[in-house]
């Protein structure tokens, strides 16, 4: 084990080479040299509590239109519906998915929460397609996986890069 010389008062100061770069004060909060718009270093708890918040917040925006769509055209989206309804289902649910999505970035401030809300929702309709029975209808659910979750994390991608554009 190396131990360190005694301290010698008439010793040379030590070189600009042996001395860590200064602090920059414009050099934002990531690594050194990263620049200003370096994204910080590691989230908080704070931010990591206004993440889940958000996902549930945009999955909640998704899941209360889609039951109060299929209540309202009292259909029940686990037996089969003529295709007209399925196309037009399939489109509310994508819009729906969108804005939520959408909306989980912007409370979220991050796109990642959009990704958050397609997880939940797919997780979900994975679920209820792995539960439904083998006579079952599963027309809901194959929408879900292959149009809505997506429509989520698009949403997150385009509505928060919006909203930011428009906020400052």
């Known amino acids: ?6 301290f010698d ?11 860590p770069p200064p602090i920059d004060p414009d050099a934002g909060p990531g690594p050194p040299g990263a620049g200003p718009e370096a994204p910080p270093p590691a989230w908080r708890y704070g931010d990591a509590a ?4 958000s996902v549930l917040v945009g999955y909640a925006v998704f899941a209360i239109a889609a039951a109060a769509f299929f209540n ?22 994508v819009v729906f998915a969108f804005l939520g999505g959408g909306l989980a970035a912007t409370l979220a401030r991050h796109r990642a929460a959009a990704w958050g809300v397609a997880a939940v929702l797919a997780l979900g309709a994975l679920v209820s397609l792995l539960a439904s029975p083998a ?3 599963v027309w809901s659910q ?10 989520a994390a698009a949403g997150g ?12």
Not at 75 to 93: I, L, N, Q, R
């Open 1 to 6: 084990m190396a131990t360190e010389p005694p």
């Open 157 to 168: 991608l385009v509505l928060r890069r919006r909203w930011k554009a428009t906020s400052g």
């Open 50 to 53: 206004r993440a889940v918040l």
């Open 142 to 151: 194959i929408a879900a996986l292959v149009a809505m979750a997506p429509a």
């Open 135 to 137: 006579d079952g209808a």
């Open 72 to 93: 309202l055209a009292d259909v029940d989206p686990h037996e089969p519906a003529s295709t007209t309804f399925m196309a037009v289902s399939t489109v509310y649910g």
């Open 9 to 19: 008062p008439d010793a040379e100061p030590p070189l600009d080479r042996d001395l």
